[in-house]
Protein backbone atom coordinates (compact mmCIF):
# COMPACT_ATOMS: atom_id res chain seq x y z
CA UNK A 1 0.00 0.00 0.00
CA UNK A 2 1.39 3.63 -1.12
CA UNK A 3 1.73 6.57 1.58
CA UNK A 4 0.57 9.25 0.94
CA UNK A 5 1.37 12.56 -0.56
CA UNK A 6 1.81 15.59 1.49
CA UNK A 7 -0.80 17.78 0.43
CA UNK A 8 0.70 21.11 -1.88
CA UNK A 9 -1.21 24.37 -2.84
CA UNK A 10 -3.06 24.55 -6.27
CA UNK A 11 -0.92 25.50 -9.18
CA UNK A 12 -1.36 28.79 -10.19
CA UNK A 13 -2.71 29.13 -13.81
CA UNK A 14 -0.99 30.62 -16.34
CA UNK A 15 -1.54 31.27 -20.10
CA UNK A 16 1.17 30.57 -22.41
CA UNK A 17 1.61 31.34 -26.35
CA UNK A 18 4.53 30.00 -28.35
CA UNK A 19 5.32 28.24 -31.62
CA UNK A 20 8.63 26.64 -31.77
CA UNK A 21 10.31 24.66 -34.79
CA UNK A 22 12.53 21.92 -34.39
CA UNK A 23 16.05 22.94 -36.00
CA UNK A 24 16.78 22.11 -39.32
CA UNK A 25 13.45 19.83 -39.31
CA UNK A 26 9.65 20.38 -40.76
CA UNK A 27 8.34 19.27 -37.07
CA UNK A 28 6.43 22.46 -35.30
CA UNK A 29 4.11 22.83 -32.09
CA UNK A 30 1.97 26.08 -31.88
CA UNK A 31 0.00 27.17 -29.01
CA UNK A 32 -2.02 30.01 -28.36
CA UNK A 33 -3.55 31.16 -24.77
CA UNK A 34 -2.87 27.73 -23.75
CA UNK A 35 -3.80 27.24 -20.28
CA UNK A 36 -1.22 25.22 -18.01
CA UNK A 37 -2.40 24.09 -14.44
CA UNK A 38 -2.79 21.83 -11.80
CA UNK A 39 -5.72 20.24 -13.33
CA UNK A 40 -5.11 16.93 -14.16
CA UNK A 41 -5.09 16.99 -18.12
CA UNK A 42 -4.38 14.02 -20.51
CA UNK A 43 -2.44 15.25 -23.46
CA UNK A 44 -3.81 12.88 -25.89
CA UNK A 45 -2.47 12.43 -29.76
CA UNK A 46 -0.89 10.06 -32.36
CA UNK A 47 2.85 9.83 -32.42
CA UNK A 48 4.48 12.34 -34.17
CA UNK A 49 1.67 14.90 -32.88
CA UNK A 50 4.19 16.98 -30.70
CA UNK A 51 3.22 16.05 -27.57
CA UNK A 52 7.42 15.64 -26.03
CA UNK A 53 7.90 19.04 -27.96
CA UNK A 54 5.09 20.84 -26.22
CA UNK A 55 6.01 18.86 -22.89
CA UNK A 56 9.93 19.80 -23.31
CA UNK A 57 9.43 23.45 -24.03
CA UNK A 58 7.04 23.58 -20.33
CA UNK A 59 9.70 22.36 -18.83
CA UNK A 60 11.93 24.48 -20.31
CA UNK A 61 14.25 21.69 -22.12
CA UNK A 62 13.75 23.25 -25.60
CA UNK A 63 13.97 27.34 -25.49
CA UNK A 64 11.60 29.71 -27.26
CA UNK A 65 13.01 33.10 -27.96
CA UNK A 66 10.27 35.80 -26.21
CA UNK A 67 8.82 33.09 -24.19
CA UNK A 68 8.17 33.62 -20.30
CA UNK A 69 8.12 30.75 -17.98
CA UNK A 70 8.69 32.57 -14.88
CA UNK A 71 4.95 32.25 -14.43
CA UNK A 72 5.02 28.64 -14.03
CA UNK A 73 5.76 26.84 -10.72
CA UNK A 74 8.68 24.31 -10.44
CA UNK A 75 8.37 21.60 -12.83
CA UNK A 76 9.74 18.02 -13.34
CA UNK A 77 9.40 16.31 -16.91
CA UNK A 78 9.88 12.84 -16.92
CA UNK A 79 10.83 11.01 -20.66
CA UNK A 80 8.84 7.86 -22.00
CA UNK A 81 12.10 5.91 -21.89
CA UNK A 82 14.02 5.34 -18.86
CA UNK A 83 17.69 5.09 -18.78
CA UNK A 84 19.21 3.88 -15.30
CA UNK A 85 22.81 5.19 -14.05
CA UNK A 86 25.07 1.93 -14.25
CA UNK A 87 25.05 0.33 -11.05
CA UNK A 88 22.10 2.13 -9.37
CA UNK A 89 19.58 0.70 -7.08
CA UNK A 90 16.49 2.53 -6.86
CA UNK A 91 17.17 4.98 -3.68
CA UNK A 92 20.39 5.45 -5.22
CA UNK A 93 18.29 6.67 -8.65
CA UNK A 94 15.90 8.12 -7.14
CA UNK A 95 17.98 10.37 -4.78
CA UNK A 96 20.96 11.28 -7.18
CA UNK A 97 18.40 12.53 -9.78
CA UNK A 98 16.36 14.35 -7.50
CA UNK A 99 19.68 16.28 -6.42
CA UNK A 100 20.78 16.81 -9.80
CA UNK A 101 17.11 17.99 -10.57
CA UNK A 102 17.78 20.75 -8.07
CA UNK A 103 16.45 19.32 -4.57
CA UNK A 104 19.76 19.60 -1.71
CA UNK A 105 21.23 16.83 -1.68
CA UNK A 106 20.92 16.04 2.03
CA UNK A 107 17.01 16.04 1.45
CA UNK A 108 16.86 14.69 -1.61
CA UNK A 109 18.67 11.32 0.25
CA UNK A 110 16.09 11.77 3.15
CA UNK A 111 13.03 11.70 1.16
CA UNK A 112 14.07 9.36 -1.11
CA UNK A 113 12.47 6.17 0.74
CA UNK A 114 9.09 7.95 1.62
CA UNK A 115 8.32 8.43 -2.58
CA UNK A 116 9.89 4.75 -3.33
CA UNK A 117 7.39 3.57 -0.40
CA UNK A 118 4.82 5.93 -2.02
CA UNK A 119 4.67 4.02 -5.74
CA UNK A 120 5.12 0.65 -4.00
CA UNK A 121 8.42 -0.32 -4.65
CA UNK A 122 9.66 -0.10 -0.67
CA UNK A 123 10.54 -3.89 -1.32
CA UNK A 124 12.58 -2.74 -4.18
CA UNK A 125 14.56 -0.41 -2.81
CA UNK A 126 17.95 -1.92 -2.93
CA UNK A 127 17.63 -3.60 -5.95
CA UNK A 128 19.63 -2.41 -9.18
CA UNK A 129 17.03 -0.39 -11.19
CA UNK A 130 18.11 -2.31 -14.51
CA UNK A 131 16.90 -5.34 -12.83
CA UNK A 132 13.46 -4.09 -12.50
CA UNK A 133 10.35 -4.60 -14.91
CA UNK A 134 8.95 -2.17 -17.31
CA UNK A 135 6.49 -1.28 -14.72
CA UNK A 136 8.54 -0.73 -12.36
CA UNK A 137 10.97 1.40 -13.90
CA UNK A 138 7.82 3.88 -14.13
CA UNK A 139 7.26 3.79 -10.61
CA UNK A 140 11.09 4.91 -9.91
CA UNK A 141 10.73 7.61 -12.63
CA UNK A 142 7.64 9.08 -10.87
CA UNK A 143 8.99 8.66 -7.48
CA UNK A 144 12.12 10.31 -8.84
CA UNK A 145 10.03 13.14 -9.94
CA UNK A 146 7.96 13.61 -6.64
CA UNK A 147 11.60 13.35 -4.92
CA UNK A 148 12.33 16.89 -6.85
CA UNK A 149 9.69 18.75 -4.65
CA UNK A 150 8.18 19.66 -8.58
CA UNK A 151 4.24 21.26 -8.09
CA UNK A 152 3.84 20.29 -11.71
CA UNK A 153 4.76 16.78 -13.07
CA UNK A 154 4.64 16.16 -17.29
CA UNK A 155 4.61 12.88 -18.01
CA UNK A 156 5.56 11.55 -21.22
CA UNK A 157 3.36 8.60 -22.44
CA UNK A 158 4.28 6.86 -18.98
CA UNK A 159 2.25 3.76 -20.10
CA UNK A 160 3.27 3.07 -23.68
CA UNK A 161 4.94 -0.28 -23.25
CA UNK A 162 2.92 -1.10 -19.68
CA UNK A 163 0.60 -4.68 -19.31
CA UNK A 164 -2.53 -3.96 -18.68
CA UNK A 165 -1.89 -4.57 -14.81
CA UNK A 166 0.91 -2.17 -14.51
CA UNK A 167 -0.87 0.26 -16.57
CA UNK A 168 -3.92 -0.17 -14.03
CA UNK A 169 -1.51 0.76 -11.15
CA UNK A 170 0.08 3.85 -12.57
CA UNK A 171 -3.27 4.70 -12.53
CA UNK A 172 -4.13 4.03 -9.07
CA UNK A 173 -0.76 6.44 -8.58
CA UNK A 174 -2.08 9.08 -10.56
CA UNK A 175 -5.50 9.35 -8.21
CA UNK A 176 -2.98 9.70 -5.03
CA UNK A 177 -0.95 12.32 -6.81
CA UNK A 178 -4.00 14.31 -7.92
CA UNK A 179 -5.78 13.85 -4.67
CA UNK A 180 -2.94 15.36 -3.12
CA UNK A 181 -2.95 18.72 -5.16
CA UNK A 182 0.34 18.19 -7.56
CA UNK A 183 -0.36 19.04 -10.69
CA UNK A 184 -0.42 16.61 -13.34
CA UNK A 185 -0.52 16.31 -17.12
CA UNK A 186 0.02 12.91 -18.68
CA UNK A 187 0.66 12.64 -22.76
CA UNK A 188 -0.83 9.30 -24.48
CA UNK A 189 -1.61 8.02 -27.82
CA UNK A 190 -4.26 5.58 -26.38
CA UNK A 191 -7.93 7.27 -26.03
CA UNK A 192 -8.74 4.58 -23.56
CA UNK A 193 -6.59 6.30 -21.19
CA UNK A 194 -9.24 8.82 -21.24
CA UNK A 195 -10.70 8.38 -17.81
CA UNK A 196 -10.30 8.94 -13.96
CA UNK A 197 -8.57 11.25 -12.20
CA UNK A 198 -8.24 13.40 -15.36
CA UNK A 199 -10.83 15.51 -15.87
CA UNK A 200 -9.35 18.17 -19.09
CA UNK A 201 -8.30 16.69 -22.36
CA UNK A 202 -5.92 18.87 -25.10
CA UNK A 203 -5.97 17.03 -28.14
CA UNK A 204 -2.63 17.67 -30.30
CA UNK A 205 -2.34 17.32 -33.88
CA UNK A 206 0.53 18.14 -36.50
CA UNK A 207 1.33 20.76 -33.96
CA UNK A 208 -1.57 22.62 -33.23
CA UNK A 209 -4.43 21.86 -30.25
CA UNK A 210 -7.31 20.73 -32.08
CA UNK A 211 -9.78 20.56 -28.72
CA UNK A 212 -9.22 21.61 -25.14
CA UNK A 213 -11.89 21.32 -23.02
CA UNK A 214 -13.52 18.43 -20.04
CA UNK A 215 -13.91 14.96 -20.65
CA UNK A 216 -17.57 15.34 -20.58
CA UNK A 217 -17.58 17.40 -23.66
CA UNK A 218 -14.84 15.44 -25.29
CA UNK A 219 -16.96 11.84 -25.26
CA UNK A 220 -19.68 14.21 -26.46
CA UNK A 221 -17.93 14.96 -29.46
CA UNK A 222 -17.28 11.45 -30.18
CA UNK A 223 -21.31 10.49 -29.64
CA UNK A 224 -22.44 14.37 -31.39
CA UNK A 225 -19.95 15.29 -33.86
CA UNK A 226 -20.60 17.60 -36.32
CA UNK A 227 -18.94 19.10 -39.84
CA UNK A 228 -17.61 21.80 -37.73
CA UNK A 229 -15.78 19.91 -35.56
CA UNK A 230 -12.05 19.24 -36.04
CA UNK A 231 -11.60 15.81 -37.53
CA UNK A 232 -8.69 14.75 -35.60
CA UNK A 233 -10.10 15.37 -32.45
CA UNK A 234 -13.50 13.69 -33.34
CA UNK A 235 -11.92 10.64 -34.15
CA UNK A 236 -9.96 10.56 -31.41
CA UNK A 237 -13.33 11.26 -29.37
CA UNK A 238 -15.22 8.41 -31.10
CA UNK A 239 -12.59 5.66 -30.16
CA UNK A 240 -13.16 6.71 -26.30
CA UNK A 241 -17.38 5.77 -26.66
CA UNK A 242 -16.73 2.70 -28.70
Same mark, same amino acid.
Given at each position: ?9 ? %? ?9 ? +? ?5 ? %??? #? ?27 ? &? ?5 ? =? ?23 ? &? ?14 ? /? ?12 ? =??? #? ?12 ? $??? /???? #??? /? ?19 ? @????? #? ?11 ? +??? &???? =? ?5 ? $?? +???? $??? =????? +??? @? ?10 ? /? ?10
Amino acid at each position: MSAPVPAQSR %VQDTELSFSYR +HPGGPGA %VTA #NDLLVSSEPTLLLGVNGAGKTTLMRVLAG &HLRVRGL =DLSGLPSVSYVPQFFTPVRGFTVLD &HVSYVAWLDGQPRAAA /AKNAPQWVDFVGLG =DLA #NRKCAQLSGGQQAK $VQL /ATAL #NTG /ARLLLLDEPSASLDPLAKREL @QDLYR #NIVAAGTGLWVST +HQP &HEVT =DPFTRVI $VL +HQGT $VRF =DGGIG +HFR @QLGADATDKDDP /AAVALAQATVR
